[in-house]
């Protein structure tokens, strides 16, 4: 099993930054993608970020130029830089790790961006 713990949630008025961090524990062996989805009320989880273990990035459109996904494989972190936020960033965001068939989930922070 992967214990993923996030940090790095809260309110910031729009236009203002945040910084997410998940630190991934457990039976750590041959990660495959880290990254961050995100879910707010009435809709589905959707993909925000996510980085290769080779260190190639994949972004969803919404958040292209604003956000910067990064990893260390050392520290098996990976950090999600969210720049100019916007009311509709507003969600919970979910660290999640691939290993092989299986993927994990964190439990969850909130980020609420106020208008």
């Known amino acids: 099993q992967v214990q993923l713990v996030e940090s790095g949630g809260g309110v910031v008025q729009a236009g203002g930054s945040l910084r997410l961090s998940c630190a991934a524990s457990?039976?750590?062996?041959?990660?495959?993608?880290m990254g961050w989805y995100r879910q707010s009320p009435g809709k589905q989880r959707e993909l925000v970020a996510s980085?290769?273990?080779?260190?190639?990035?994949v972004y969803a459109g919404s958040v292209t130029g604003r956000f910067t996904i990064s990893r260390d494989n050392a520290k098996n972190t990976v950090s999600l830089q969210m720049n100019s936020l916007q009311p509709e960033d507003t969600a919970v965001y979910y660290c999640?790790?691939?290993?092989?068939?299986?993927?994990?989930w964190g439990q969850g922070t909130q980020v609420t961006v106020s208008s």
């Open positions: 999640n790790v691939v290993q092989g068939r299986r993927t994990f």
């Open positions: 457990g039976s750590i062996f041959s990660i495959n993608a």
């Open positions: 980085v290769s273990s080779g260190g190639v990035p």
